[in-house]
């Protein structure tokens, strides 16, 4: 298995800007996933990005995938209060089966 | 459809006791994996069953054990317990297991102090 790298791993913006985070892994992946997590909650899964894939969008949120650069990153589109949280990627290693494991996240903060 | 739950919510125990958490997952997910969060750590996987057998383990010491029975729930024992293993512990159940495109669903943890 491999984890991935967030960064930063702090950002603070005012409410209704755009905030972007980034992931880096090192190895080839299945799948790459993003969570988040409100404080002393469960984490949520956001979206599931396949390999061949290099974009997707859910509601305000916009994921990207370079497999070229092992990168991902994570736009939330005119950021709420309710955003406030920690964001985790998990990269899935090719050959399925395998733990998923986190880094240290990027702890979102959105000032009203 | 109900999610996945852990029971229960906080718990505190003494140095040396031991202890058992319990979390059952989403209807038809046979995949349970179980995770200690604490600060200083972060996320760190301690394992996955995955029909009743452990498919992978993470790198905790023999006091950390679990089971899944024959409904996929799960319970996770942390024997003679340690001041550092005060953590949220968190419970996450998938369809098919990590690695299969298949997201992980979590509960909202058991909170555990041990003084």
């Known amino acids: 298995s491999q984890q991935g790298e967030e960064d930063p791993q702090a950002l603070s913006i005012q409410e209704g800007e755009n905030a972007t985070m980034n992931c880096s892994y090192k190895?080839?992946?299945?799948?790459l996933q993003w969570y988040r997590q409100n404080s002393g909650r469960g984490l949520v899964h956001l979206i599931l990005?396949?390999?061949?894939?290099r974009e997707k969008h859910s509601g305000r949120l916009r994921v990207t995938l370079d497999t070229s650069k092992k990168s991902s990153s994570l736009l939330i589109t005119a950021s709420r209060a309710a955003d406030t949280a920690s964001y985790f990627c998990?990269?899935?290693?090719?050959?399925?089966?395998?733990?998923?494991?986190f880094g240290t996240g990027t702890r979102l903060t959105i000032i009203p | 459809k109900a999610g996945v739950t852990q029971t229960p919510r906080y718990l505190i125990k003494t140095r040396g006791q031991q202890v058992t958490l319990s979390c059952s997952p989403i209807s038809g997910h046979r995949s349970v994996s179980w995770y200690q969060q604490t600060p200083g750590q972060g996320l760190q996987f301690l394992f996955e069953y995955f029909s009743e057998t452990q498919r992978n383990k993470g790198n905790f010491p023999g006091r950390f054990s679990g089971r899944q029975f024959s409904n996929s729930r799960s319970e996770m024992n942390v024997s003679t317990l340690e001041l550092g293993d005060s953590a949220l512990y968190l419970c996450a159940s998938s369809f098919t297991g990590t690695g299969l495109n298949s997201p992980l669903h979590f509960g909202n943890g058991t909170r555990l102090t041990v003084t």
């Open positions: 190895t080839s992946i299945n799948n």
């Open positions: 998990a990269p899935t290693g090719a050959f399925g089966n395998e733990k998923l494991t």
């Open positions: 990005i396949r390999s061949n894939e």
